[in-house]
């Protein structure tokens, strides 16, 4: 029996009920179906790119010209790119992005307090799960940025997570994909993930239409069951050739940036250079309960878009 036992902060490393999948086979590339070992490559620079946000207050927002509540959300976002060296990596750029975005069209706007501003925008859900979407998207939109910002024909472009929100891009990137929140293989294939060990990979198998995946096993936890593996994504529109040789790159290439477990629960998965990204970036977001007092005071003195006065009548409630 492998038992993974990970820090429940982070979600579910592992849950098959969890996830839409989309369409898999695993006839794409004509090998067997077994643990493949990297074939000789030559291993370009490593960009490795990854994001955060911060909810820092909902808004619950009573206009005098409407008795309806507006529902808002005050957060932030960053993301930026480590550039893997011989040496040591180097963080290369940081975006930061500080958004109050509202429900429906009214925007709400916040002067700046306390060192802190935000950008305004409205059209948020009313269903807070939908508005948390719209944060995790403004965090996606800036790690895309970034993606393609820093790709190139010589470097391989790591993004942390899923590729299915990226737009195509010219050059290599792909996905590394540490919780695996659905199953994509069954039954044989699947015991070919628990067979792997650290520095193999599986054949690659088809995502729906646009993906090619695969999954590999990092070292520094052992060889059992699911600890360990990464899942890698590809766009299909590299074509097969590009694919396979982008899989046998990270079989080989990332395990020297496998995390270590003493330093960080997520390890081996959240590699050595998106824990020290992940920890500039909180950094540069600031204190979320700093920011969450400069909220409070500015909806004292905020305006809402649509509201025929010289002076509103607001009654915001931060939360």
């Known amino acids: 029996m492998a038992i993974q036992v990970s820090d429940p902060t982070y979600g579910p490393m592992l849950d098959p009920r969890e996830g839409d999948v989309a369409t898999v086979r695993t006839d794409v590339e004509p090998v067997r179906w077994q643990p493949l070992d990297p074939g000789p490559v030559d291993v370009p620079e490593l960009v490795f ?35 893997g060296g011989a040496d040591r990596a180097r963080v290369d750029e940081i975006r930061l992005q500080r958004v109050v975005m509202t429900e429906g069209g009214r925007c709400l706007h916040l002067p700046p307090s306390g060192g802190f501003a935000w950008d305004t925008r409205a059209g948020g859900g009313i269903d807070p799960g939908a508005m948390a979407g719209r944060v995790a998207g403004f965090r996606r939109d800036l ?14 472009v790591v993004l942390d997570g899923r590729l299915s929100f990226l737009r195509e891009t010219r050059h290599p990137v792909i996905g590394a994909v540490k919780s695996h929140h659905a199953m994509y293989l069954q039954g044989e294939h699947a015991g070919v993930v628990t067979a792997l060990r650290a520095g193999q ?11 090619f995946g695969w999954y590999q096993r990092l070292p520094n936890v ?4 699911w600890a360990g593996v990464l899942r890698g994504e590809v766009s299909q529109g590299f074509g097969l050739a590009v694919a396979r040789r982008l899989a046998d790159v990270a079989a080989a290439a990332l395990p020297r940036y496998a995390g270590r477990p003493h330093r960080d629960p997520r390890a081996p998965q959240n590699m050595q250079p998106i ?9 540069r977001l600031g204190d979320r309960r700093l920011a ?24 915001i409630a931060a939360a």
């Open 49 to 83: 790119v990854d994001g955060v946000q911060q909810v820092e207050a909902w808004l619950n927002i009573t206009p005098h010209d409407d008795p309806a509540p507006v529902f808002g959300v005050a957060f932030a976002v960053a993301a930026g790119a480590v550039v």
């Open 143 to 156: 790690e895309q940025t970034i993606a393609e910002g820093m790709a190139a024909p010589d470097r391989l």
């Open 201 to 211: 990979r599986t054949p690659l198998f088809a995502i729906g239409d646009d993906r």
């Open 222 to 225: 052992g060889d059992a069951g």
């Open 275 to 283: 824990m020290a990204l992940e920890q500039r970036l909180r950094h």
């Open 292 to 315: 969450f007092r400069a909220a409070r005071v500015a909806c004292a003195q905020a305006t809402l878009d649509a509201v025929p006065s010289a002076r509103p009548d607001l009654r």
